[in-house]
């Protein structure tokens, strides 16, 4: 089996991106960003995307591919969906560089099962100790919530819960989902305690760069 490597970095453009991944199977417009709130007080964390390796979307219902958000609105951040990678990119709509990832583990249970491919992340979590240096572990595809928070602590903030369902009159068989906030991370968490997906945020722009949008509202 013949493996290819590719990294796509925070801060990347559309055209290195397409160069180093190809075209997405969707690109997905968002009107805005319901989790931003969980970022505001988080410690930065660098990372960059292997698909091949994992090593580096709270999923949100705005981050599903759907046939009403294809035609771009004006200032809008959007996403290239890569299904088949298990990755979902956002990018800034006035840089059109990369701003944040999703990475989907494809958990059966998931309003979004079978959509994605999982993506086999592998990403390295720096845990301080009272009493000795910073530590650090690594948190896969396979983790469960409470090992998580055994390493990041429990998060300060309630979760958001996620109804997702194909329309305003129907019901999702699978239940809700919980996203909790760590380091500069949303973590989607299904009710059986395991991962549905991670999503990975840049750097805060300086305060001189903030958009409207990107406020608390």
């Given at each position: 089996?013949?493996?290819?490597?590719?990294?796509?970095?925070?801060?990347?453009?559309?055209?290195?991106?397409?160069?180093?991944?190809?075209?997405?199977?969707?690109?997905?417009?968002?009107?805005?960003?319901?989790?931003?709130?969980?970022?505001?007080?988080?410690?930065?964390?660098?990372?960059?995307?292997?698909?091949?390796?994992?090593?580096?979307?709270?999923?949100?219902?705005?981050?599903?591919?759907?046939?009403?958000?294809?035609?771009?609105?004006?200032?809008?951040?959007?996403?290239?969906?890569?299904?088949?990678?298990?990755?979902?990119?956002?990018?800034?709509?006035?840089?059109?560089?990369?701003?944040?990832?999703?990475?989907?583990?494809?958990?059966?249970?998931?309003?979004?099962?079978?959509?994605?491919?999982?993506?086999?992340?592998?990403?390295?979590l720096v845990i301080k100790r009272d009493s000795a240096d910073s530590q650090t572990e690594t948190c896969t595809t396979y983790s469960k919530w409470d090992s998580i928070q055994d390493l990041l602590g429990h998060p300060v903030e309630k979760p958001v819960v996620l109804?997702?369902?194909?329309?305003?009159?129907?019901?999702?068989?699978?239940?809700?989902?919980?996203?909790?906030?760590?380091?500069?991370?949303?973590?989607?968490?299904?009710?059986?305690?395991?991962?549905?997906?991670?999503?990975?945020?840049?750097?805060?722009?300086?305060?001189?760069?903030?958009?409207?949008?990107?406020?608390?509202?």
């Amino acid at each position: 089996m013949r493996v290819f490597e590719r990294c796509v970095f925070f801060g990347d453009s559309c055209q290195d991106v397409l160069s180093t991944l190809g075209s997405p199977h969707k690109v997905f417009y968002k009107s805005e960003d319901k989790v931003r709130e969980f970022i505001q007080a988080q410690d930065f964390v660098q990372w960059c995307l292997s698909p091949i390796t994992g090593l580096v979307f709270c999923q949100m219902k705005i981050h599903s591919p759907s046939p009403h958000k294809q035609v771009p609105s004006k200032c809008n951040d959007y996403f290239f969906n890569y299904f088949t990678l298990g990755v979902d990119i956002l990018f800034d709509a006035n840089t059109h560089k990369v701003k944040k990832f999703v990475l989907h583990t494809n958990y059966p249970g998931h309003y979004n099962f079978n959509i994605y491919h999982r993506c086999e992340f592998k990403i390295p979590l720096v845990i301080k100790r009272d009493s000795a240096d910073s530590q650090t572990e690594t948190c896969t595809t396979y983790s469960k919530w409470d090992s998580i928070q055994d390493l990041l602590g429990h998060p300060v903030e309630k979760p958001v819960v996620l109804h997702r369902s194909s329309s305003p009159n129907n019901t999702n068989p699978f239940g809700s989902t919980f996203c909790f906030g760590l380091q500069r991370m949303i973590f989607e968490v299904m009710q059986n305690n395991h991962i549905a997906s991670v999503t990975l945020y840049g750097p805060t722009r300086p305060s001189s760069q903030l958009r409207t949008s990107d406020l608390p509202q």
